[in-house]
């Protein structure tokens, strides 16, 4: 696997789940953390949390995806070094969804191994995304799902797994389900980046004429059938929460505060 490690962190959704606030979803207040400079308890954004995963699990690069108009995040994130991270931003182009976000990275991260997050998804363990990388080496899986157990399956992307871990199929929100894992987390090498990137070259004339979007789910689903190695990683006792829903950002600042 090659070594090198970076992020990715979509955030060119417009967030009307949590419309109207004040600023960026990626950049709302929840919880505090000790400034890096001034050693004082300032508050901690929704943002930073995946940003320390990513820290933690080797990335140095991170590449943000914005949608024109959400300056407010480079604004506050800067070029991360109080992170201990490079960051970069790229400007979403094609709005059919989160894959096509994604997929605005493909020049600089064609030959790395990524890790992904959603800004707005909390979740623990510490080390989950190390979790998902020593998996990615032992099984020389093309991508690893971090799955977790949730009570509500029609808010998620929910997997199937057999009995060796691999990842049979997922189901985007379904109505009912007899899964309990989701998937919230992940990471790839660069088969995934490729087949990604010619799949939604693929897709894009139709969703261009027809409308919708794809997500990333819909998209590691079309890998699985054209036979990549899909792995998992389950956290029976972690948690995630999306705080882009007001009842889990509740839950959050509850928790956090």
């Given at each position: 696997?090659?070594?090198?490690?970076?992020?990715?962190?979509?955030?060119?959704?417009?967030?009307?789940?949590?419309?109207?606030?004040?600023?960026?979803?990626?950049?709302?207040?929840?919880?505090?953390?000790?400034?890096?400079?001034?050693?004082?308890?300032?508050?901690?954004?929704?943002?930073?949390?995946?940003?320390?995963?990513?820290?933690?699990?080797?990335?140095?690069?991170?590449?943000?995806?914005?949608?024109?108009?959400?300056?407010?995040?480079?604004?506050?994130?800067?070029?991360?070094?109080?992170?201990?991270?490079?960051?970069?931003?790229?400007?979403?182009?094609?709005?059919?969804?989160?894959?096509?976000?994604?997929?605005?990275?493909?020049?600089?991260?064609?030959?790395?191994?990524?890790i992904f997050g959603f800004p707005d998804i909390l979740f623990e363990p510490q080390n989950a995304l190390e979790q998902l990388l020593q998996r990615q080496d032992e099984t020389a899986a093309d991508v690893v799902l971090g799955c977790f157990i949730v009570n509500h399956p029609n808010k998620w992307d929910m997997v199937a797994l057999d009995q060796n871990g691999i990842v049979t199929n997922i189901l985007a929100k379904p109505a009912q389900s007899d899964l309990v894992y989701n998937w919230a987390i992940a990471c790839w090498g660069?088969?995934?980046?490729?087949?990604?990137?010619?799949?939604?070259?693929?897709?894009?004339?139709?969703?261009?004429?027809?409308?919708?979007?794809?997500?990333?789910?819909?998209?590691?689903?079309?890998?699985?059938?054209?036979?990549?190695?899909?792995?998992?990683?389950?956290?029976?006792?972690?948690?995630?929460?999306?705080?882009?829903?007001?009842?889990?950002?509740?839950?959050?600042?509850?928790?956090?505060?």
């Amino acid at each position: 696997m090659p070594e090198e490690i970076v992020g990715l962190l979509p955030a060119a959704g417009l967030g009307s789940r949590l419309s109207p606030i004040p600023c960026s979803k990626e950049i709302f207040p929840i919880g505090f953390t000790v400034h890096h400079q001034h050693g004082d308890l300032h508050p901690k954004v929704v943002g930073q949390y995946l940003l320390e995963h990513m820290q933690r699990a080797g990335a140095t690069q991170v590449y943000f995806i914005l949608r024109k108009g959400k300056w407010d995040i480079p604004d506050y994130f800067g070029d991360g070094s109080q992170l201990q991270l490079y960051l970069a931003y790229l400007i979403m182009q094609r709005p059919y969804g989160t894959p096509y976000s994604l997929d605005q990275a493909y020049n600089f991260v064609q030959q790395k191994r990524v890790i992904f997050g959603f800004p707005d998804i909390l979740f623990e363990p510490q080390n989950a995304l190390e979790q998902l990388l020593q998996r990615q080496d032992e099984t020389a899986a093309d991508v690893v799902l971090g799955c977790f157990i949730v009570n509500h399956p029609n808010k998620w992307d929910m997997v199937a797994l057999d009995q060796n871990g691999i990842v049979t199929n997922i189901l985007a929100k379904p109505a009912q389900s007899d899964l309990v894992y989701n998937w919230a987390i992940a990471c790839w090498g660069p088969t995934f980046t490729e087949f990604m990137h010619h799949y939604l070259n693929q897709e894009e004339e139709q969703l261009r004429v027809l409308g919708g979007e794809l997500s990333v789910g819909e998209v590691i689903l079309a890998a699985i059938n054209a036979g990549l190695q899909v792995q998992s990683v389950c956290f029976d006792t972690g948690s995630c929460l999306d705080v882009g829903v007001p009842e889990d950002l509740q839950k959050a600042i509850r928790q956090l505060s």
